[in-house]
C-alpha cells in the first residue's frame, strides 16, 4: 500500500499545487517519499508516498530501471503473478519489486495489454518519454483506490485519494471534472509538447464474472468437474496463500462471522504451511462483551492465533466519527457506519502491534449473495444480476470503507474474497445452488467448509449481522448510537429544507444530514461524483434504512 500522485499540464504555480495536494495522501506511505520531474515532459510532475512491503532498498518510485531508461513508473500494489509474467516474457529482475512486471508487461504486450495481464491489485500511472505517452490502470474491483482529475484543456492529476487533488481545481482554469477512476479500465493519454494530454484510448479490460486473461495460480484443468465444494476449497485457499507475499508481518481482522473466520483460519494455515516466523494475530472489536467479540475469540482460540480484542465506547464514536468521514470521502449512510469499528480497530494495530499487511473478509457478502435481503430475490437469474451489480459498485462502498479505514493507519489491505480467479469460478456455478438455501445465506460457501474442521460448526453456520450491529449490542445498534450522537447536531428546520440544499442523495434522517454536511466541508460539489447513490437492501418493502436489522428476516432480533 502507498500513495501515487501525478500532475500534467498545469503550467501555472505547480510547486504550489504540489505543496498544498500530494501531502494529503502521506498517511498511505509515511517511510518514504519522492517527487520527480523530467525537463522531457513540460510540466509533468510524479509523486509518491511509500509504505514499504516488498524490497525495501530497491522499491522506490516513480521506479526507473536501466533496461528501459524512458519508462517512470507509479504503482500501488501487488502483483501475484509476477513470476509467471517473468517466464512468459523472458526477462530479468532489476528490483525485488513485483510492480517492475508492469514495466517489462508494457515493452512485451503493448498498451492493451498490459492491465488485463496481471492478477493483483493495482492502480498505476506508468509514464513512457519516448512515445509521449501515459498509461492508467486500476485492477477489476478498485481494490486499490485511484481518482482522476480533468480539465476540458487537457490538464491531467491523479491521486489515490481524492484528498490529494481537492486544492487543485482553483489552480485550473476552464471546466473540469473529478471522478473515481472507474475499476477494471485502462487509460492512454498523448502527451503534448505543452504537457498538457490527448486522451487517446479508454477501455473497459475485465467486468466481474469475466475469465482471466492471465495464466492462473491454479491451472483450470487442476479443477475436478463434478467436485464443486471441493474446487471452491482449492481457489479460496489459493486466494490466501498468493497474497502472503510480504517483508512486513501479516495479520488478519476477526469478526467471528463467516467471511473473516474463513479468512483468518486460512492464513494460518498457509502460514504454517509456509513457515512464516511469527505467529498470526487476529484484531476484534466491539462493545463490552457484544457478538462479535465473544464469536471471534472462540474463532481465534479454535485456530490459534495471537488475538487482540479494542473495546470502544461511545465517546470514542464521538471522538472519531467526523474524522472516518474525512477518510472515507464519502457521505454514505451504510458506509459510514460500518467504518467506525473498522476505523478504531486500525487505530489501535497501528499503535501497538508491528503487523502492517491485514487480511480481510471483504467481498464474500457481493459475491456469495451474503446479504439477507438475497432471501427476498424474485429468482436466481436476478439473484446473479444483484450479485455482479454489487461487485461492480463495490469500490463505492465495502471496497472503499475497508481500504480508507486501513490505509488512514498505515495498514496494507488485503481480500481473498475478491480475487479473480475465485469469482470467476464461483459466479459461473449454477445460479440456484448461489442463492440462500433455508434461509441461509452463503449456504453453498459454508457447505464447501463443512465437515473440514477448519471452523467450529456454529461459527461456519453462524447467521448473519445488520450492518455494524455485531460490534454494539442486539439491544441497541451502533447507529441508534450514533443517531443519538448528531440529534442536537441537526435542526429539524435543516432537516425539512435539506431538499433545497442537497437535490441529490437528499438526507432524510438527521444522521444523513449531518454525514453529507462533513463530507460537503471536505469535498464540496463533489457528491455525485463519489456517491452516486445510497447504498439500500433490494426486494425489500417499507425499508427506509439500510440496516438489515429493519428486514423481517433478521434472526439476531430472536436472541
Not at 517519499?33 to 509533468?44: M, Y
Not at 469500490?395 to 475478491?418: C, H, I, K, N, Q
Request: glycine share 6%; proline share 4%; charged share 25%.
Amino acid at each position: 500500500m502507498c500513495g501515487i500522485w501525478a500532475l500534467f499540464g498545469l503550467d501555472t504555480q505547480p510547486l504550489t499545487c504540489i505543496c498544498e495536494n500530494f501531502d494529503k495522501i502521506s498517511h498511505r506511505g509515511p517511510e518514504a517519499f519522492k517527487i520527480e520531474f523530467d525537463n522531457r515532459i513540460k510540466n509533468g510532475y510524479l509523486g509518491f508516498h511509500r509504505l514499504t512491503i516488498v524490497d525495501g532498498l530497491y522499491g522506490m518510485q516513480p521506479m526507473r530501471i536501466h533496461k528501459y531508461p524512458h519508462l517512470f513508473l507509479l504503482c500501488n500494489g501487488e502483483i501475484y503473478n509476477c513470476e509467471r509474467l517473468q517466464n512468459q516474457h523472458h526477462f530479468e529482475y532489476a528490483t525485488k519489486c513485483d510492480v517492475e512486471s508492469i514495466m517489462h508487461t508494457y515493452v512485451h504486450a503493448g498498451a492493451d495489454g498490459v492491465a488485463q495481464s496481471l492478477d493483483g491489485v493495482f492502480a498505476f500511472c506508468l509514464m513512457d518519454v519516448s512515445k509521449r505517452r501515459v498509461l492508467i490502470a486500476r485492477d477489476p474491483y478498485g481494490v486499490r483506490p485511484l481518482f482522476r482529475l480533468r480539465s476540458d484543456d487537457g490538464q491531467l492529476v491523479v491521486s489515490s485519494e481524492s484528498k490529494g487533488l481537492m486544492a487543485i481545481s482553483k489552480h485550473i482554469k476552464g471546466k473540469w471534472t473529478m471522478t473515481p477512476f472507474p475499476p477494471g479500465h485502462h487509460e492512454e493519454y498523448e502527451i503534448l509538447q505543452d504537457g498538457r494530454t490527448k486522451l487517446l484510448e479508454s477501455r473497459r479490460y475485465h467486468k466481474p464474472g469475466d475469465k482471466p486473461h492471465f495464466l492462473t495460480y491454479v491451472p483450470w484443468n487442476a479443477l475436478t468437474p463434478n467436485d464443486v465444494h471441493g474446487n471452491i476449497r482449492k481457489l479460496l485457499s489459493a486466494a490466501v496463500e498468493k497474497r502472503l507475499m510480504a517483508d512486513r508481518r501479516i495479520g488478519c481482522l476477526l469478526s467471528g462471522g463467516l467471511d473473516s473466520s474463513l479468512v483468518a483460519a486460512l492464513l494460518v494455515k498457509q502460514a504454517k504451511e509456509h513457515n512464516l516466523p511469527y505467529k498470526i494475530q487476529s484484531f476484534a472489536i466491539g462493545m463490552d462483551d457484544s457478538p462479535d467479540i465473544v464469536a471471534a475469540r472462540q474463532v481465534a482460540e479454535s485456530i490459534g492465533t495471537e488475538h487482540h480484542e479494542i473495546i470502544f465506547t461511545q465517546q470514542d464514536v464521538i471522538n472519531v466519527l467526523d474524522k472516518v468521514i474525512y477518510s472515507l470521502e464519502t457521505f454514505d449512510i451504510t458506509t459510514v457506519r460500518a467504518s467506525i469499528g473498522m476505523y478504531l480497530i486500525s487505530r489501535y494495530i497501528k499503535q501497538n502491534t508491528e503487523t502492517t499487511v491485514i487480511f480481510s473478509g471483504e467481498g464474500a457478502d457481493e459475491l456469495a449473495q451474503g446479504y439477507i435481503y438475497f432471501r427476498d430475490a424474485p429468482n436466481a437469474t436476478d439473484a446473479h444480476s444483484e450479485s455482479l451489480r454489487l461487485l461492480n459498485d463495490i469500490y463505492l462502498y465495502d471496497g472503499l470503507r475497508a481500504d480508507r479505514t486501513t490505509s488512514a493507519f498505515s495498514l496494507e489491505l488485503r481480500v481473498p474474497f475478491l480475487d479473480l480467479q475465485f469469482n470467476h469460478y464461483y459466479l459461473s456455478l449454477d445460479p440456484n445452488s448461489r442463492q440462500p438455501q433455508g434461509g441461509i445465506e452463503k449456504h453453498l460457501l459454508r457447505s464447501a467448509f463443512d465437515g473440514t474442521g477448519l471452523l467450529p460448526d456454529n461459527i461456519l453456520w453462524r447467521h448473519k449481522e445488520a450492518f455494524s450491529d455485531g460490534v454494539a449490542s442486539v439491544k441497541k445498534s451502533l447507529f441508534q448510537i450514533i443517531q443519538e450522537i448528531v440529534e442536537d447536531r441537526v435542526s429539524s428546520e435543516d432537516l425539512e429544507n435539506s431538499y433545497v440544499k442537497y437535490p441529490h442523495c437528499t438526507p432524510r434522517t438527521k444522521e444523513a444530514y449531518y454525514y453529507r454536511n462533513v463530507f460537503e466541508s471536505h469535498y464540496g460539489g463533489q457528491a455525485e461524483s463519489f456517491t452516486p447513490y445510497f447504498w439500500m437492501p433490494r426486494w425489500v418493502k417499507g425499508v427506509t434504512d439500510p440496516s438489515a436489522r429493519f428486514i423481517k428476516h433478521y434472526a439476531a432480533n430472536d436472541e
